[in-house]
């Protein structure tokens, strides 16, 4: 397993968000998790990430067999565990190669790998920017600073390319996005899918599914997963809505 | 009882009067006693005097200062914080290093503001002491009474400087806490073309108190870009009265870096004097520990039709005090003024202060002004997206400071100087 949670609470400014949610991911798999506005889906992924607001009171993450929770934010981050944000951060006056190099290397660093040099550096930007048909002119700005909302969506799925993760969970990645745009990263992240990492993606919409095929649909709600299907379980939702399964799952 | 600082200082002043006036001519050592005569009317300001509420200037010059009428000292090589590019002045302790002035073929003059007051007079004459302003700050007044030498740079009409003037200014105490006193004049005639840089530098042990005043002219459609940076070792007092006057059509973008050490306090003065002037004033303080940056800006629109934008930043740590105050003043017939106003400001401790104030006074109906003033902390949403992707939590913090000033930094004339300012900045974002 590349990802065990088991029996994770959470609480923010005391009130309690995740209410024994276990999860479960293997290497070369991808999970949908879908699930009512308010739910915890961001909470979780935020967790998972190590932002310091989510309090955790009760349960376990291994990630690769360690303790994840026990881990700083950044050696999360250097292990290979990529969030995509439901909202970008905008940093002004700190340049996406400045930013981007820095992390790169303190990904290859943790990995015992060198820094890259300033020309395969450049090399990688401009490959992975085509990955994401991510304008170079975005590249050479100041972090998110006044993107659109449909760009700095495309740049996290630029940053996911360059630092290459294991474990990626993008949090509404396809919310905000044009047809176009949405086709585009849908397929960025399809070709960054390989056999030995995984990813997680949080959705409202079906269409997104259709692009990336997961393996797994969960359904988040009151801050457990309370059902689990195949893919077509996202079709049903989409036809359906979320009542009848919380009804059951309230019986 | 003490005797007032006043009178302490006028005496300094009286009982050397011959070694501070060898070598001057006597027009300069003319205007001395007029100024100490403004000096003694005014008297340094408390600080119960609103504009010097946060810099207690009195407190300053009543230590036990040490003041040389003579030159001394040398140049070392950790003085050159900047690299010594192009059209070179060093000025050590209030006296230029070499007695010389160069001249070059196309009418450009630059070296030793004594020795270009007497070779040179006539010109000299036509702006030494006219911008600086002996009738409101005493310790300007003060300067003019000490002050024998320092930096020159003269760029006569229509000339483009065609490499940078760098002046430094070294104040060093090795064995006596030192007073000194040092003057730039810098001439750029009308069409004229200047890139100047320049560096305050030295400290020492002793402590050191500098009062210097920098008069900047720019003629009729001239251009000019200046850098200056504090950066000073140790216990440094520095006064500092930077006057500029700009005539019609002239532009100035002027980056001025407070980088630290000990206690700064500016005086800044801007006359838009000609109309369709543009003036560019950029402005980043750091201050940490118990340092101290109490900037006062002015920018007097006397004229219709000029543009002035002010972008002060300042990062403050430790028990350090940072101040801005920055006055607009748009006169009467000033239509036209475009005149905008920043001062943002990054908190990173509950012990720092910051005080920033905006003061505008417009007397034009026609007018586009603006101001705004921020202080805030760092962003800890950013801290966490970068620490997300890998980076240290010390680093997404550099980072992040170092966005903060970037707009600041990148702005400053040359490459070479820039690059070495940012590297400057970098080491001062590390100690915060
Ligand atoms: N910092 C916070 N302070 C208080 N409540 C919070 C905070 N962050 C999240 N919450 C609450 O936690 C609950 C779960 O929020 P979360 O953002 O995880 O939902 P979500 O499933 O991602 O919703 P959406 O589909 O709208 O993105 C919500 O009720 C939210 O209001
Ligand atoms: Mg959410």
Same mark, same amino acid.
Request: charged content about 25%; some cysteine; glycine content about 10%.
């Given at each position: 397993?590349?990802?065990?949670?088991?029996?994770?609470?959470?609480?923010?400014?005391?009130?309690?968000?995740?209410?024994?949610?276990?999860?479960?991911?293997?290497?070369?798999?991808?999970?949908?998790?879908?699930?009512?506005?308010?739910?915890?889906?961001?909470?979780?992924?935020?967790?998972?990430?190590?932002?310091?607001?989510?309090?955790?009171?009760?349960?376990?993450?291994?990630?690769?067999?360690?303790?994840?929770?026990?881990?700083?934010?950044?050696?999360?981050?250097?292990?290979?565990?990529?969030?995509?944000?439901?909202?970008?951060?905008?940093?002004?006056?700190?340049?996406?190669?400045?930013?981007?190099?820095?992390?790169?290397?303190?990904?290859?660093?943790?990995?015992?790998?060198?820094?890259?040099?300033?020309?395969?550096?450049?090399?990688?930007?401009?490959?992975?920017?085509?990955?994401?048909?991510?304008?170079?002119?975005?590249?050479?700005?100041?972090?998110?600073?006044?993107?659109?909302?449909?760009?700095?969506?495309?740049?996290?799925?630029?940053?996911?390319?360059?630092?290459?993760?294991?474990?990626?969970?993008?949090?509404?990645?396809?919310?905000?996005?044009?047809?176009?745009?949405?086709?585009?990263?849908?397929?960025?992240?399809?070709?960054?899918?390989?056999?030995?990492?995984?990813?997680?993606?949080?959705?409202?919409?079906?269409?997104?599914?259709?692009?990336?095929?997961?393996?797994?649909?969960?359904?988040?709600?009151?801050?457990?997963?309370?059902?689990?299907?195949?893919?077509?379980?996202?079709?049903?939702?989409?036809?359906?809505?979320?009542?009848?399964?919380?009804?059951?799952?309230?019986? | 009882?003490?005797?007032?600082?006043?009178?302490? /200082?006028?005496?300094?002043?009286?009982?050397?009067?011959?070694?501070?006036?060898?070598?001057?001519?006597?027009?300069?050592?003319?205007?001395?006693?007029?100024?100490?005569?403004?000096?003694? /009317?005014?008297?340094?300001?408390?600080?119960?005097?609103?504009?010097?509420?946060?810099?207690?200037?009195?407190?300053?010059?009543?230590?036990?200062?040490?003041?040389?009428?003579?030159?001394?000292?040398?140049?070392?090589?950790?003085?050159?914080?900047?690299?010594?590019?192009?059209?070179?002045?060093?000025?050590?302790?209030?006296?230029?290093?070499?007695?010389?002035?160069?001249?070059?073929?196309?009418?450009?003059?630059?070296?030793?503001?004594?020795?270009?007051?007497?070779?040179?007079?006539?010109?000299?004459?036509?702006?030494?002491?006219?911008?600086?302003?002996?009738?409101?700050?005493?310790?300007?007044?003060?300067?003019?009474?000490?002050?024998?030498?320092?930096?020159?740079?003269?760029?006569?009409?229509?000339?483009?400087?065609?490499?940078?003037?760098?002046?430094?200014?070294?104040?060093?105490?090795?064995?006596?806490?030192?007073?000194?006193?040092?003057?730039? /004049?810098?001439?750029?005639?009308?069409?004229?073309?200047?890139?100047?840089?320049?560096?305050?530098?030295?400290?020492?042990?002793?402590?050191?108190?500098?009062?210097?005043?920098?008069?900047?002219?720019?003629?009729?459609?001239?251009?000019?870009?200046?850098?200056?940076?504090?950066?000073?070792?140790?216990?440094?007092?520095?006064?500092?009265?930077?006057?500029?006057?700009?005539?019609?059509?002239?532009?100035?973008?002027?980056?001025?870096?407070?980088?630290?050490?000990?206690?700064?306090?500016?005086?800044?003065?801007?006359?838009?004097?000609?109309?369709?002037?543009?003036?560019?004033?950029?402005?980043?303080?750091?201050?940490?520990?118990?340092?101290?940056?109490?900037?006062?800006?002015?920018?007097?629109? /006397?004229?219709?039709?000029?543009?002035?934008?002010?972008?002060?930043?300042?990062?403050?740590?430790?028990?350090?005090?940072?101040?801005?105050?920055?006055?607009?003043?748009?006169?009467?017939?000033?239509?036209?003024?475009?005149?905008?106003?920043?001062?943002?400001?990054?908190?990173?401790?509950?012990?720092?202060?910051?005080?920033?104030?905006?003061?505008?006074?417009?007397?034009?109906?026609?007018?586009?002004?603006?101001?705004?003033?921020?202080?805030?902390?760092?962003?800890?949403?950013?801290?966490?997206?970068?620490?997300?992707?890998?980076?240290?939590?010390?680093?997404?913090?550099?980072?992040?400071?170092?966005?903060?000033?970037?707009?600041?930094?990148?702005?400053?004339?040359?490459?070479?100087?820039?690059?070495?300012?940012?590297?400057?900045?970098?080491?001062?974002?590390?100690?915060?």
């Amino acid at each position: 397993m590349l990802l065990e949670v088991k029996n994770l609470h959470c609480m923010v400014d005391g009130k309690p968000i995740l209410k024994g949610l276990d999860f479960k991911v293997g290497r070369g798999e991808v999970h949908a998790i879908m699930g009512p506005n308010g739910s915890g889906k961001s909470t979780f992924a935020s967790v998972l990430a190590g932002n310091p607001k989510y309090e955790v009171t009760e349960g376990e993450v291994l990630y690769d067999g360690v303790n994840l929770l026990d881990m700083s934010i950044e050696d999360r981050a250097r292990a290979g565990l990529f969030l995509g944000f439901q909202y970008p951060v905008e940093i002004p006056g700190v340049s996406m190669a400045n930013f981007m190099r820095m992390a790169v290397n303190a990904r290859r660093e943790y990995l015992g790998e060198e820094p890259l040099s300033a020309a395969d550096f450049l090399r990688l930007m401009r490959d992975k920017g085509a990955v994401v048909e991510l304008d170079t002119k975005l590249t050479n700005r100041a972090v998110n600073e006044g993107f659109s909302g449909g760009e700095k969506k495309k740049n996290e799925i630029f940053q996911m390319a360059m630092l290459d993760p294991t474990l990626a969970i993008l949090d509404e990645t396809d919310s905000g996005l044009d047809i176009d745009a949405l086709r585009i990263v849908a397929n960025g992240v399809t070709k960054l899918k390989r056999p030995d990492n995984a990813t997680i993606v949080i959705t409202h919409y079906q269409r997104l599914l259709d692009y990336i095929v997961p393996d797994f649909v969960h359904v988040l709600y009151q801050g457990r997963i309370i059902h689990t299907g195949g893919k077509e379980l996202a079709l049903v939702l989409e036809e359906e809505g979320y009542d009848r399964i919380i009804n059951e799952y309230n019986k | 009882m003490q005797r007032p600082l006043e009178e302490i /200082l006028s005496e300094l002043y009286l009982s050397n009067i011959d070694m501070i006036g060898e070598g001057v001519p006597s027009w300069v050592n003319a205007m001395r006693s007029g100024a100490l005569e403004n000096f003694n /009317l005014l008297s340094l300001p408390s600080s119960g005097n609103e504009d010097y509420q946060h810099t207690d200037i009195r407190r300053m010059f009543a230590g036990e200062w040490e003041t040389y009428f003579v030159p001394s000292g040398e140049i070392r090589a950790e003085d050159r914080v900047v690299p010594a590019n192009g059209y070179v002045v060093d000025v050590v302790n209030g006296f230029c290093l070499s007695d010389e002035l160069t001249t070059l073929d196309n009418g450009i003059v630059y070296g030793s503001l004594r020795a270009a007051m007497s070779t040179i007079g006539d010109v000299v004459s036509k702006y030494y002491n006219k911008i600086a302003d002996n009738e409101r700050a005493a310790v300007t007044a003060l300067n003019t009474v000490f002050a024998q030498d320092g930096a020159f740079v003269y760029v006569p009409n229509g000339v483009k400087a065609e490499l940078p003037f760098t002046l430094t200014f070294v104040g060093r105490s090795d064995e006596q806490a030192q007073m000194c006193f040092s003057r730039a /004049l810098i001439v750029v005639e009308d069409g004229a073309e200047a890139d100047v840089v320049i560096a305050h530098v030295g400290g020492g042990d002793r402590g050191l108190l500098a009062d210097h005043v920098r008069e900047v002219y720019t003629g009729t459609d001239a251009t000019l870009k200046i850098t200056e940076v504090k950066s000073t070792g140790g216990e440094v007092f520095s006064v500092n009265g930077n006057y500029l006057r700009q005539e019609c059509g002239s532009r100035v973008d002027m980056v001025n870096l407070w980088l630290g050490g000990g206690v700064t306090r500016v005086n800044a003065v801007t006359d838009l004097a000609g109309a369709d002037c543009e003036s560019n004033l950029h402005g980043l303080y750091f201050a940490n520990g118990t340092e101290r940056v109490d900037v006062n800006m002015t920018v007097n629109h /006397l004229v219709p039709d000029c543009r002035s934008s002010e972008l002060v930043k300042g990062v403050v740590s430790g028990e350090a005090v940072g101040a801005f105050t920055g006055k607009v003043y748009v006169a009467p017939d000033a239509q036209r003024t475009e005149a905008f106003q920043q001062s943002r400001n990054i908190q990173l401790s509950e012990t720092a202060k910051v005080y920033t104030e905006p003061q505008l006074e417009i007397y034009a109906d026609d007018v586009k002004c603006s101001h705004g003033a921020t202080v805030g902390q760092m962003d800890e949403e950013a801290v966490y997206y970068m620490r997300q992707r890998g980076l240290s939590e010390a680093d997404a913090k550099r980072l992040q400071l170092f966005g903060f000033v970037n707009d600041v930094i990148s702005k400053c004339s040359g490459d070479a100087a820039c690059e070495c300012l940012a590297g400057l900045a970098q080491a001062r974002i590390d100690e915060m």
